[in-house]
């Protein structure tokens, strides 16, 4: 992947760690009655090992998102 010749971008894990879905705004995802809030609610909600700590959920994917498509929110360095 490193070799591919595109820019790449790599986010360390403290991202997503500012941004937390708290309990919730969790339990609001798996309320919506969707599939698709079903879907998200079951892989925010799955078992981890030390469970989802007390704030929250940190949103791992959607920060990687979130740059994809307003990458002016995030700042960084080469």
Excluded: Y
């Excluded at 090992?49 to 959607?62: E, R, S, V």
């Amino acid at each position: 992947v490193f070799g591919c010749g595109r820019p790449i971008v790599m986010m360390g894990l403290g991202v997503p760690l500012q941004a937390i879905a708290s309990h919730e705004q969790v339990a609001r995802i798996g309320a919506l009655g969707t599939t698709t809030g079903s879907a998200v609610h079951g892989m925010l909600t799955r078992p981890r090992p030390g469970g989802l700590g007390t704030a929250g959920h940190p949103m791992h994917d959607p920060g990687v998102i979130a740059f994809l498509l307003w990458p002016e929110l995030f700042s960084g360095r080469d």
